[in-house]
């Protein structure tokens, strides 16, 4: 570095949090007091106690795990004008690859993608320091031809941003009605390039939304669109296009854009989004190797132009080489329905939850909006010799693979020898970039096991930043405001219980694997809280066991005239009652401190029980065929809607359905909770076998009329139709299994 910075590049804050701490114990205490009751009074009743003791034993857990993540939050502030002041030369600023990733053209269509490399192209940054990889796993020419036309249009929209300093960059965005103000405050000069602007971006939806239409590229498949013809989508060469070539160029110019979809064979299992990650990696390491890659998903745009300074706050702080190994920016979403009705926003969650994982070890992987060291991704620990006298002491890279260009620049990474040298020739790159993205180039290679990304989970991105914290790296999470980037959650009941449920395989697929937290705390250097952090995030999976059998005893106590909870002339029957209104007024308080409303923080607690027993629960039993050899599991791409229209629609907060078999047990635990209410309510319950148990009361009533309430839009669905209503197929299979379900309760009350 050419000086000497005095002034601190960031700033770990610890947040005051007294009053939270209060409460999280105060429903730690609640939750053992019911614990201590349950066992008091365990050997005079039957296996619905047990039951209600092993879920509440399994909630008190669940709590302890947040408690550990809460206890100590910070947020980290980051001074990109400390780094300017630094006086440095823009050359020494490092590179920096940033990729992309799209998989299919019809659930993340072109014009989404497109927006997001705009975005990163335009950046505040040396255009001739960044190097742009889309990877299209879905092999479409719609997709490339999408992205010819965006670099066409790229040659005036990121002048145009840089010479006035626009802040909003994805051009969907900035061209939306809440920039048009904009127009009134510019001169004559600054009038007419926006115009021109706005029409040549209207001219490129135009295009791409016509051939997204005619689902084929308004092109004869002959010169740049020959390795196209004929493609299939899972059975296809490797196809490398150098885009636009940045030769150096001034700041104003344009960065290297470069497409690659990677090879794929019917034989030759191309592990996902994991998969495409580390054929970037390998791909981008022979054309620029920087030292430095950003990977954003093909919805997240960049929101705040200065996002790649405010990451290089941390990483070139002098503190940061020995201990931070990436920087991951959170996922704040756009345009977001009123009040949350899917409960995807999750803002409560990466605000609190966040924070405190924040001030552990470091915030997790997530897959987006992370900035990694190159040398960290190929498997570099913090206390590793890198070299001596030239030559590698550790061996990591005898299994990366037989090209000598590819390991030649891993070396060159991990001794800091990264970034293209000058007059670099792209072209000479092109022969060995398609040998490392061909299928069988990691047959018998360490990628994806010690390398890389790594294989084995649908959340490949917690795996990786797993395996990173547990060789001793730390990790930083970066708010700068505005946010950095900007993406949108899923819209529909069927995209967010698609999410759901790849989330909730996943984790549990890593629970269940030798990268288990607890393993890498015995046997790595993963920090204790961290790990218990981990393991609140990947027992998600598990959760639905619990939950449902939870929800099942207010049911079964009804119909057997049994109970589970205190009666209301025992004083007992405090302490749940305590519980629940102080977990309730916790949660309430959150959500109104981060500016949500209380219907947005009752459709999180409502879809947090959605979640659990419907996608959570078919990420549980995906998994378990999985591990018993029945089947294997799927990654599933969430269909993604790009839209600048606020989210007024009345109809797009409306719950949706299809005729997926996810909504089947939703489904159910409402008939069968709405056959217990009547039940209840007209006294239809069989007497009980011992007068001592007393029958149900108003405790299991109002856990069955807490659980209709839950499942509300399922009873809507029920009178509904099109996509808002339940399928008659679902109905009937869910009659048929709350109809076993009553029935066996009922012969259970009969036989005692």
Known sequence: ??????????????????????????????????????????????????????????????????????????????????????????????????????????????????????????????????????????????TYYSLVEASNFAQLWVPFCKKYDIQVRAPFRYFSNDHVITLSDGTKEFQHEWKRMKDEYEQLCHKINVAVQKSVPP??????????????????????????ENKGLPDHGLPLLVYISREKRHKHPHHYKAGAMNALTRVSALMTNAPYMLNVDCDMFVNNPKVILHAMCVLLDSKSEAEIAFVQFPQVFYDGLKDDPYGNQMVVLFEYMGCGIAGLQGQFYGGTGCFHKRRIIYGLSPDSVVSVNGKLVEDIFSKIGNSKELTKSAIDALEGKTGTKPNHDLQSCIEAAYKVAGCGYECGTSWGTKLGWIYGSTTEDVQTGLR?????????????????????????????????????????????????????????????RQCLAYVWLLTWGLRPIFEL??????????????????????????????LILTYNIYTLSEYLRTGQSVQAWWNNQRMARVNTMTAWLFGFFSVMLKLF?????????????????????????????????????????????????VVSLLKLQHPPVDDAMHGSGLGETFCSLWLVLCFWPFFKGLFRKGRHGIPKATIYKSTTLALIFLYWCRRIAITG
């Open 1 to 142: 570095m050419a000086s000497t910075i005095s002034l601190p590049l960031y700033e770990k804050i610890p947040r005051k949090n007294a009053l939270q701490r209060t409460s999280d114990i105060i429903i730690f205490f609640l939750l053992l007091s019911l614990l201590t009751y349950r066992l008091l009074h365990l050997k005079n009743h039957g296996t619905t106690w047990l039951l209600a003791f092993l879920c509440e034993s399994w909630f008190t857990f669940t709590w302890v795990l947040v408690l550990n993540i809460k206890w100590n939050p910070v947020i980290f502030k980051t001074h990109p004008d400390h780094l300017l002041q630094a006086a440095w030369e823009p050359v020494e600023l490092p590179s920096v690859d940033m990729f992309v990733t799209t998989a299919d053209p019809l659930l993340e269509p072109p014009i989404i993608t497109v927006n997001t490399v705009l975005s990163l192209l335009a950046v505040d940054y040396p255009a001739h320091k960044l190097a742009c990889y889309v990877s299209d796993d879905g092999c479409s020419p719609l």
């Open 468 to 528: 990173i914290h547990k060789r001793g790296w730390r990790s930083v999470n970066c708010r700068p405001n505005p946010p950095a980037f900007l993406g949108c959650a899923p819209s529909g009941g069927p995209a967010a219980m698609t999410q759901q449920k790849r989330w909730a395989t996943g984790l549990l697929e890593i629970l269940l694997s030798k990268d288990c937290p607890i393993f890498a705390f015995l046997f790595a250097k993963l920090q204790w």
């Open 219 to 244: 092109c004869d498949f002959t010169g740049d669109f020959a390795e196209f013809y004929s493609v299939e989508r899972k059975n296809h060469p490797t196809i490398i296009k150098v885009m636009w």
């Open 549 to 578: 059998c939870y929800a099942a005893l207010p049911a079964y106590c009804i119909i057997a005239d049994s109970y589970f909870l205190p009666k209301v002339q025992e004083p007992a029957l405090y302490v749940p009652v305590a």
């Open 629 to 677: 050899g029945l089947s294997e599991t799927v990654f599933e791409v969430t269909q993604k809607e790009q839209s600048s229209d606020g989210g007024d629609d009345d109809d797009a907060g409306r719950f949706t359905f299809n005729e997926s078999p996810i909504f089947v047990p939703g489904t159910t635990i409402l008939l069968v909770h709405l056959t217990t209410l």
